[in-house]
């Protein structure tokens, strides 16, 4: 098969488009041929090599990925199946996964990272627990957009801070894959959202997902305009994800009994606070990490019927995955972008 994989680490001219095995399913396995791949800053630091993390090279990227069924054990979806795959993988039998926890799971790994090769190739092996069938209407570049960003978001706001109608939140890089997604999430239950964005035309492009106001990062401070936004009351939710260049807005942001949930750490991972505010302003601090199927499909429901859509900025073969990785590298998107296979 074709795909796209690194032999080792660096910028994006590490990438080669070539020829690779073909994947060799095993017992419980699902063989997709792969119609598109969405891209996410996962394939980038995977690219770039993890610290403290072991990729097995070459390594083969892509943790979004929709496409169709060429086999499944057991026959559990019939060949020719159009599908999204959920990019958590679980052991399936834990504690965690039978509670419906599976991203607890101790043997949780993301499709494209680690023992599992992803979506930067023309076929690729899951468990076939991992298929979501998606209706015709659905296209193939846009059910690639939605896995990862909205079940991310959607444990963020509906299971980790319990957003509720009538919440304030802010959604930091409202342009990110997680920032667009969860803007829309909590739109649909009921919230007033606003969204920072680095540049005028991202700040529009928020508007138009719903966000009451805006915050442009890069010129107006994100606490002092949430205090003027809200009578200087603050939010009740903020959805955090790049780490230490917002970290101390992020925590001054917050109403008393607001909670900041935080998936990522994009500009650095040392995230400090003042303990005085922490317990004399009742916040509460959750981590997330992506987030279970059960939520994948609820989430999916919703853009099955119209009421979310993934934003794809841009779309490029997977021959130009290179140039792809560098338009995500420049932040200049809005949404997702998108591989064709």
Known sequence: MKSVRFHEHGGPEV??????????????????RVRA?????????????????????????GSDVAGEVVSSS????????????????????CLACLSGRDNECPSYEVLGYGRHPGGYAELVKVPAQNLVPIPDHVTFADAAAFPLTFV???????????????DDVLVL???????????????????????????DAKLEQARALGAAGVIHHHRQDIAEEIKRLTNRRGVDVVIEHVGDATWPKSIRSLARGGRLVTCGATTGYHGTIDLRALFSK?????????GTKGELLRAAAF????????????????????????????????????LDV
């Open 173 to 199: 890089a409202a342009g990110s894959g997680v920032g667009q997604a969860a803007v829309q999430i909590a739109r649909l239950h009921g919230a007033r959202v606003f969204a920072t964005a680095g540049s």
């Open 37 to 61: 791949c969405a891209l996410n800053h996962l394939d980038v630091w995977e690219r770039r090599g993890l610290e403290h993390v072991t990729i097995p090279l070459p390594h083969v990227s």
């Open 74 to 93: 057991a026959r559990v979806m019939p060949a020719g199946q159009r599908v999204m795959l959920q990019p958590g993988i679980s052991c399936g039998h």
């Open 282 to 290: 009742q916040l509460s601090i959750l981590g997330s990490y992506m």
């Open 303 to 338: 853009f099955f019927n119209g009421q979310m859509k993934p934003i794809v900025d841009a779309r490029y073969p997977l021959a130009e995955a290179a140039a792809a990785q560098r338009r995500l590298e420049e932040s200049g998107q809005f949404g997702k972008i998108v």
């Open 152 to 166: 991310t978001a959607w444990h963020m706001l509906v299971t980790r801070a319990r957003v509720a109608r009538g």
């Open 15 to 32: 990438l080669r488009y070539e020829e690779a095995p073909d994947p060799e399913p095993g017992p419980g396995d699902a063989l997709v």
